[in-house]
């Protein structure tokens, strides 16, 4: 079956500095990728996507490119503020079941931002 | 645009009672929504896919009759917990799909005592 793979966290960087976070993904077929993003005591928000290959998904100065040939999705910042600490979870989803899509969920990395 | 709510955001409960949380899509219509359960600093796990007008989709190990799942109508879904127990104390998530993207909700912080 499809699965999401995260790396292991958590993650603690210093204001300003430069955020990767790495997401692999196992699929059949062709998945769009998500990154939501979790803020302590909320729901996810959807933080950007991607439905296909070499697509780059990007908001609020955060990226992550779609690669086919490495199945990989990885989250990238080139300088992350303490409002940046939350939990990010990588996620995809079976295009070809429509609105039925069932989202496949990476297990979360906290990311804490210090001044 | 894409706002999903849920009401309420916190409850509190006594042993054997039930509760019913709301999922709102805001400002759009969902033929689809998903209720999900998260424990502490943990991913989340789908409970159920809603479909309007039509009954629930359960995962495997959830209980049908313990987690009553109501699509009356294309913005709204409602999760009732019935003869809620100490070991139901979670945050339920719900979300609603527009075209190929889900939304979700700010979640609900079930307590049952």
């Known amino acids: 079956g499809d699965s999401v793979t995260q790396m292991e966290g958590p993650v603690t960087l210093s204001e300003e500095a430069f955020l990767t976070i790495n997401c692999t993904y196992t699929?059949?077929?062709?998945?769009?990728l998500f990154w939501y993003v979790q803020y302590p005591g909320e729901g996810l928000q959807l933080l950007l996507k991607?439905?296909?290959?070499?697509d780059k998904g990007s908001n609020k100065g955060f990226e992550a490119t779609y690669r086919k040939e490495t199945t990989s999705f990885h989250l990238e910042k080139g300088s992350v503020q303490v409002s940046d600490s939350a939990v990010y979870f990588c996620?995809?989803?079976?295009?070809?079941?429509?609105?039925?899509?069932?989202?496949?969920f990476g297990k979360g990395i906290t990311l804490s931002v210090r001044p | 645009g894409a706002v999903v709510s849920q009401h309420p955001s916190r409850v509190i409960c006594k042993s054997g009672t039930s509760v019913k949380i709301e999922c709102r899509s805001l400002?759009?219509?969902?033929?689809?929504m998903f209720w999900y359960r998260q424990f502490p600093k943990q991913s989340l796990m789908l409970m159920a896919t809603?479909?309007?007008?039509?009954?629930?989709?359960?995962e495997q190990g959830v209980e049908k009759d313990k987690f009553l799942i109501n699509h009356a109508s294309l913005t709204l879904s409602t999760l009732t917990v019935t003869s809620a127990h100490p070991e139901d104390s979670s945050f339920y998530i719900c979300?609603?799909?527009?075209?190929?993207?889900?939304?979700f909700g700010p979640g609900t912080r079930l307590t049952v005592l």
């Open positions: 809603s479909n309007e007008g039509s009954k629930a989709t359960y």
């Open positions: 996620a995809l989803s079976d295009r070809y079941t429509g609105a039925n899509s069932k989202l496949t």
């Open positions: 979300s609603a799909t527009l075209v190929d993207t889900q939304y």
């Open positions: 699929a059949t077929g062709y998945p769009s």
């Open positions: 991607a439905t296909k290959a070499d």
């Open positions: 400002d759009f219509q969902a033929t689809t």
